[in-house]
């Protein structure tokens, strides 16, 4: 097991550079554990609805989908297929879960937690968020961390170290750069995006009606307004993270770029659904915290280097590297393999975070039609809102999609734009199925069912003065026999 002790003689120092710009106090550390264990339970409940669907073989993302996606599948949710291995799997991640928020056997729970967080995010492939990932090598960040020094049931055990108050190491000044790097070079790479150039950004992904939320769409009624509050987004992005790592002033410039980057990610979560986005951009500030002038720090400096020193090392060097070519492709900096590796894992980088904002595709519509052999057919649409779902009738499977932000996730990105029939056909699959054991179908003559489709219709009214529509049938299968 790796340890971030191991061989160690702790030396203290005073306000060095290195500490005022790399140390964690020890106290904030214990705090970031306990958000960090909150946000991962928050992550597996949400999905519990959705084990059924989105990650046994008899839903929407059979195992075979997992394989053709990743060469090497390293997630332990693809050793079984039903409901009951996923729900064993969930049981112990969420304990796992518990046990990381208390504080117990932190050193051995971390790397667990981890890894099944990272199962699941692979298993359902169409699922994680930005704010999933994010989250994902954030703790992979925390092994080689001692998050349970403080506020936890471990050091109720061994006692608390009061002449330690803070760490510095590779693993604390890695994970400090991994925070910072997400913002950053988010912002590089929105530079080079002509929407972000000519101010329109902001316009553009507030005219997804997908994921606008009332104050989002009052704000693009004003469109100077949203021109300032897109150059407003780069400006933060690029410069706070600047400010967090400035060797005068540090305190200073740390607690204004901490402020500036936490009312950005709240910001966005008041104008976009962003699920957990905005919890998780927010927790990720919790290190950079000042320390306390009279803070002690604990310098981990092994008389030789341990795994638990070269592993952080390197992963910095990837860190930075792999952002740098996530800016530009083209720049092969990275063997693929180890690129493979990493994705493998769920540690790729690159953080666009909408860079290139899509133009014109105000409303994406989703919808499954059956249809008889009578030449009839009955419409069910994928969302709950009447509103905007013209005629189509009302069905809790495909609703549900909507009413989930994961669901929704996948409903617009995989489906709405596939790779390949895969996914589609996985889908009509399902709801097939679904249709025929539903009891409140029973009065329809089932033999009657010819095809199921789906059909996705896109909205454009950004620039013009009334809507214009285009449907399209993503895929046919026919009815089953049954």
Known sequence: MLSYNQGVEPQEIKESILAKLFAIDLRTLAIFRIVLGI??????????????????????????????????????????????????????SVLSATLFLVGYRVLWITPVLWYLLTSFHIRCIHMPTVGDEILSITLLWCIFLPLGERISLDSLRSGVDKAKASILSFAS????????????????????????????????????????????????????????????????????????????????????????????????????????????LFALLLPFVPLSRSATVKIIRPPALTISQIIPALMIAFLIVANIQAINPSIRLIPLRLQTLARSFNAAQGWGMYANPYVGSGRVRVELRVSFDDDTSKVYAFGSSREF??????????????????????????????????????????LSRKWFTENEFSSIEQKNVTTFSLEKTTYNFVGTASETKETVVLQTLPAPRR
């Open 39 to 92: 946000l991962c339970l928050g992550y597996f409940f949400s999905i519990l609805p959705l084990l059924d669907i989105f990650f046994t073989d008899s839903g929407v993302v059979p195992r075979e989908l997992v394989h053709l996606r990743y060469r090497r599948v390293v997630s332990v949710n693809v050793l079984g297929g039903s409901y009951a291995f996923q729900l064993s799997l969930w049981i112990l």
């Open 173 to 280: 000044a890695g994970l400090l750069l991994q925070i910072a790097a997400v913002f950053f070079f988010s912002a590089l790479m929105k530079l080079g995006s002509p929407a972000w150039q000519s101010g329109h950004a902001l316009s553009v992904v507030l005219s997804d009606e997908t994921w606008i939320r009332p104050l989002g769409s009052a704000l693009r009624n004003y469109e100077e307004l949203s021109q300032w509050l897109t150059y407003s987004v780069l400006l933060i992005e690029f410069c706070a993270p600047i400010l967090l790592f400035l060797p005068f002033f540090t305190r200073l410039f740390r607690g204004v770029g901490i402020l500036a980057l936490s009312g950005l990610a709240f910001g966005m979560g008041l104008c976009i659904q962003l699920g957990n986005i905005p919890f998780v």
């Open 389 to 430: 779902w013209e005629q189509t009738s009302s069905w809790k499977w495909t609703e549900l999609f909507w009413d989930s932000f994961h669901g929704r996730m996948y409903l617009y990105d995989e489906i709405s734009y596939p790779e390949t029939e895969r996914e589609t056909t996985a889908l009509l699959d399902w």
